[in-house]
């Protein structure tokens, strides 16, 4: 860790850059150099005061902008940024914004003899943003928000407890099955009593009939099965529905395949086995109308690592096709 006692500058865009992302960005230059000197925020008396807390906590202090005009927060940090170096002459500016308006101005600093270096927020930082700066660091937003929300929102519902259902189902259903057994046996209790009569009248003994109680098993049955939920039919598989993942893989590995094609007909020196430097390839990425204005051709070209090159891998301003 460079423990260098020179003056260290951040200035942040607070109208440009995230809290989160003004936050790793005190920690990652005091990381890096041991001290962090001069720390200001530029934004609105809005932010100032939403973030008031965390500007507290981490030292910086927020220069609130009145004027209501687009840039306005950026004319003030650039000419704060012109009267610090002039009186304090420090050793390394850190600029913390995605925006490439600040162009001018880092030109500047570095006539002046300072190392300038820049922070941005990812996927709002253009190629043409980190060029300009002796070296540039893009950070990650980490939502804070998103996780408590989850926690603290509502409950579904509880759903219907199908296994209760389920239960008292089958007990009415047994119920009804008794009162079944009783209403059919009723009749062949009757015959037993008047046949046993009449065996004790006669003197010889009458039995009951074997099949009496097959009917009224047959409609205990029936009622039982009646009763009993049906389950669901599960959807026949045909030939169309085995084909669909098959269609859709297919789908997408063609339009790769149309997207890297797009990518090398605007770039046909990559296919020659030459490097492109990241500024031509957003320009010609720009005019495939494959990149927006403020879009980076690190990302689009990230994308497909199989078949391009990002060089070196740390910072990287070159892109090559690979073998």
Do not use: W
Request: glycine letters at 8%; proline letters at 7%; one cysteine or more.
């Amino acid at each position: 860790m460079n423990t260098t006692t020179t003056t260290i500058m951040l200035l942040i865009d607070a109208d440009n850059v995230s809290i989160d992302v003004m936050e790793q960005a005190v920690a990652l230059m005091l990381e890096q150099h041991g001290a962090l000197h001069v720390r200001r925020a530029y934004g609105t008396a809005e932010s100032a005061l939403k973030h008031q807390a965390v500007f507290k906590r981490l030292g910086i202090r927020p220069i609130v902008n009145l004027a209501t005009g687009k840039n306005s927060t950026d004319i003030a940090l650039a000419v704060d940024a012109i009267d610090l170096v002039h009186a304090e002459r420090p050793a390394l500016v850190a600029i913390a914004s995605s925006d490439s308006d600040f162009a001018p101005l880092v030109a500047r600093l570095r006539e002046k003899g300072c190392r300038v270096v820049g922070i941005g927020q990812a996927g709002k930082t253009g190629d043409e943003t980190r060029t300009v700066y002796d070296a540039f660091t893009v950070l990650e937003h980490r939502s804070k928000g998103g996780s408590a929300a989850r926690t603290a929102s509502a409950p579904p519902p509880p759903g219907p407890r199908p296994a209760a259902r389920s239960r008292r189902t089958t007990a009415v259903a047994d119920d009804d099955a008794a009162g079944a057994d009783k209403e059919a046996a009723a009749p062949v209790r009757a015959r037993r009593g008047r046949g046993s009569s009449a065996a004790a009248r006669s003197g010889t003994a009458s039995a009951a009939p074997a099949t009496a109680p097959a009917p009224v098993a047959r409609k205990t049955s029936r009622r039982r099965a009646a009763a009993a939920p049906k389950p669901a039919a599960a959807p026949a598989a045909g030939p169309a529905a085995a084909a669909a993942p098959a269609a859709r893989a297919t789908s997408g590995d063609a339009a790769l395949a149309e997207r890297v094609g797009r990518i090398l007909q605007a770039m046909p020196e990559l296919e020659r086995g030459q490097t492109v430097e990241l500024r031509v390839a957003a320009d010609r990425l720009r005019e495939a109308g494959l990149l927006s204005r403020s879009g980076s051709s690190t990302r689009v070209l990230g994308a497909h690592p199989d078949r391009f090159e990002l060089l070196p891998t740390t910072q990287p301003n070159r892109v090559r096709l690979k073998a």
